[in-house]
């Protein structure tokens, strides 16, 4: 009885404990928590930039970073449950496009037009860029990045020995492309003429050759239907990718970008295509522009720029309003897109930053940014929403496995966009 | 807790039972002295596993029933509808939903019948009074102990479907035997890549199995073995007639137990293929795919409740199995 009486206490002031941690304390200072799925290399140097440049601009507001890794899925999935479970963080990451559209349809986000009236940024960002973060007259998030995705490297070792004139490598048509893989597979069969990684390195890849084939206007006609994807020109841009993937390395399943970069800095791959993140991890190994590696528009593409942008937003019932107004006061700013973008690899949002001391990459990205002709990445959320996206990947997955030939693929794909 | 314990001690002692058929309260007392205790010592654990399992289960099943597919409708944004068995019967349509279940079926087939048949090899050859049985028991059960998300890393190399000069792994192997025939896709193979995750699945659980025999072996009195030989029983005679059917219980534990394992599996495949490969697409991967970045509740339930199913189909008949066996 005793005993009894005595594991009846003991649990009876355990449920009492987990009550009271469960409560947790709410403290209210001038706190801004960000969420970003930034928490690796030039990414994670990118965002302590921009907390460097909110020390500055704001002193009283303390940095709290509700960083997660894994952007493709687990960042957002975690995002998605706090979000649900109305414990948002103050601002949080996501691409602008139509990936916003689940977050501004779920009511999550506040409508951020005074803000940019406040900021004086109405004219800071190009058209095409507020567009993609802008629902019915309001804009959502602010723009901080914009990524080129359409981008070819290339190992400039690799070429040599097949050789091929690594200066000569803005192909005007996928089929001069072609030609010179055949080329790199006739002269050493233990080259992987052109890497992939993963499922989604393959539909980035798809991407732009959906860009080349169709020209920009039929390519952006996919995503706003003007175009049939079910037609036979998609049909005939999803043959060219089905002749690109099999020059392709077969160990790609599961895989990460960098697997196929890192590739052709082994000197096991001599073209890769995938968007300018790329960059970093090139300088990361000491690999020198111009020397070991080199760039050009994915083939058929050049004066197009397929991009895709950062943005940060507001949610709803954020605990610190004022804390993500001074971060999005920081993110909106010349001060914050410099210091970060620099570091990151990306090109600034905004087009009035100053760009003397990116690195040469980056100045030839922006000076495209400025000029080329824009479309979205259907891959990274800006022209294909989340659904669209994820089922044109199943569909590309099982097309690589060999379980469904072209006109089931291709009648996949057409499903898979008009859902 | 020191305060706790004084109050405990200082409590008045309780009478002790009274030898004389007693009074209906003090029996009432006494119910609740013998059963009190057992039941808040139970109860935390039947909370616990009421909410957190059957609870758990009854919501799945409440939201398989629902059209539940956007994330402005998890968020409460949109209006969820009840849609009956839509989703069920749109699952059991889809040839992509139809190709996992195949996958599951293969796999669950091939890792059965490889864990059982090397699971009993072992625990013959080490029943049959090997040399080191002791080392060969650890060795052979060690690798159940690794877990399935690093062992499928190691095996993911092991399976690089690399062929030819570049390979690696088995592939490698292979070509530097020069038995290049051997060199295949492994888990990339189109229509059989499911079944190159059963050999890792295989090699982890077989020792298990091994131990589950090797007990019921150590199980069976010599006396049994004796007297079938006395009665002229030869070896083959021996076992099937006497050692078998002593051992049949194990196996069908054994069969339950690595059945509903292979029913669940994901770390493994998703070490080894990654979340995205079509080849060796199962059920539990399908639910990660449903609810990752599309938030797709709805589908991920339904496929979760088919799963449920599917271990119940496997369990309930030894559930009931059991249950009679321990009333005879």
Not at chain 1, 141 to 158: D, E, K, L, T
Not at chain 1, 179 to 194: F, G, M, Y
Not at chain 1, 361 to 377: E, F, K, L, N, R
Not at chain 2, 187 to 213: C, E, N, R
Request: include cysteine.
């Amino acid at each position: 009885m005793r005993r009894t009486r005595y594991v009846a206490a003991v649990g009876a002031a355990a449920l009492l404990l987990a009550a009271t941690a469960a409560c947790g304390a709410k403290d209210d200072g001038n706190k801004a928590e960000v969420f970003t799925w930034w928490t690796t290399g030039s990414e994670a140097l990118g965002l302590e930039a921009l907390q460097g440049v909110l020390k500055d601009k704001h002193p009283d507001i303390a940095f709290i970073n509700g960083g997660t890794a894994g952007g493709g899925g687990s960042a957002k999935d975690v995002l998605a449950s706090r979000l649900a479970a109305n414990d948002p963080p103050d601002s949080f990451q996501a691409h602008a496009g139509a990936e916003m559209l689940d977050y501004i349809n779920s009511g999550k986000v506040q409508d951020l037009s005074n803000l940019y009236e406040e900021f004086g940024l109405t004219t800071a960002f190009p058209a095409d860029l507020l567009d993609l973060v802008t629902k019915d007259g309001k804009k959502y998030s602010i723009p901080s990045n914009v990524h080129r995705a359409n981008v070819m490297w290339a190992s400039i070792p690799v070429l040599t020995e097949v050789g091929i004139d690594f200066n000569q490598i803005t192909y005007a048509t996928i089929s001069d492309f072609i030609a010179d893989l055949e080329k790199i597979k006739a002269a050493n069969p233990d080259i992987t003429p052109l890497t992939v990684a993963g499922t989604w390195t393959q539909v980035h890849l798809l991407e732009t050759v959906l860009i080349a084939e169709l020209g920009p206007e039929m390519y952006n006609g996919i995503w706003d239907g003007s175009t049939d994807p079910a037609g036979p020109e998609v049909g005939a841009a999803l043959g060219v990718f089905e002749t690109l993937m099999s020059y392709t390395n077969t160990d790609s399943e599961g895989e990460e970008w960098d697997f196929a970069t890192q590739k052709l800095i082994d000197g096991k791959g001599a073209f890769n295509i995938m968007g300018d993140w790329v960059p970093a991890q090139f300088v990361e190994q000491n690999q020198i522009m111009g020397t070991d590696w080199t760039w050009a528009p994915a083939p058929g593409t050049a004066g197009v720029f397929d991009f895709l942008a950062d943005s940060f937003t507001l949610p709803v019932d954020a605990p610190h309003p004022d804390g993500a107004k001074a971060w999005l006061d920081v993110i909106a700013s010349v001060e914050g897109q410099a210091a970060f973008n620099k570091v990151k690899g990306s090109i600034p949002a905004r087009t009035d930053v100053n760009l003397s001391d990116f690195s040469e990459y980056q100045q030839q990205a922006a000076a495209a940014y400025a000029q080329d002709t824009i479309v979205g990445s259907l891959q990274h959320g800006a022209a294909a929403s989340i659904a669209q996206g994820d089922a044109i990947n199943k569909a590309v997955a099982k097309f690589r496995s060999g379980n469904s030939n072209l006109s089931e693929f291709h009648a996949e794909f057409a499903k898979a966009v008009t859902g | 807790m020191t305060p706790v314990s004084e109050t405990v001690t200082s409590a008045p002692p309780q009478a002790a039972p009274k030898p004389t058929p007693a009074p209906k309260r003090s029996k009432r007392k006494q119910w609740i002295k013998r059963n009190l205790p057992p039941i808040l010592l139970i109860s935390p654990s039947l909370i616990l596993v009421g909410v957190f399992v059957y609870w758990l289960i009854f919501s799945s099943v409440g939201t398989s029933l629902t059209n539940n597919h956007t994330m402005p409708q998890v968020m409460g944004a949109e209006e969820v509808e009840f849609v009956g068995l839509e989703n069920y019967a749109n699952l059991l349509r889809d040839p992509d939903f139809l190709h996992s279940l195949r996958n599951l079926g293969l796999y669950t087939l091939v890792f059965l019948v490889g864990t059982m048949f090397f699971g009993f090899l072992w625990a013959w050859i080490l029943e049959k009074r090997a040399r080191f049985e002791g080392f060969f028991r650890s060795v052979l059960l060690f690798p159940m102990a690794v877990s399935s998300v690093a062992a499928g890393v190691v095996w993911r190399w092991l399976l690089s479907p690399t062929e030819g000069k570049n390979s690696s792994g088995l592939n490698r192997i292979f070509e530097s035997l020069g038995l290049t025939g051997l060199e295949n896709s492994w888990a990339q193979d189109s229509k059989w890549g499911i079944l190159a995750v059963t050999i890792p699945a295989v090699w982890q659980l077989s020792g298990y199995v091994m131990a589950l025999f090797l007990a019921g072996f150590r199980g069976i009195p010599n006396e049994l073995r004796e007297a079938a030989r006395v009665d002229g029983a030869n070896e083959w005679q021996l076992y099937r007639h006497v050692l078998f059917p002593q051992l049949s219980p194990v196996a069908l534990s054994a069969v339950i137990i690595i059945g509903h394992m292979s029913l669940k599996v994901f770390d493994l495949i998703m070490a080894i293929a990654g979340k995205d490969a079509y080849q060796t697409m199962v059920p539990a991967i399908d639910v990660y795919n449903f609810i990752s970045g599309r938030q797709d509740y709805a589908n991920a339930a339904a496929v979760g409740v088919i799963m449920l199913l599917a271990v119940l189909v496997l369990i309930v008949p030894y559930l009931v199995h059991t249950a009679r066996e321990d009333k005879r």
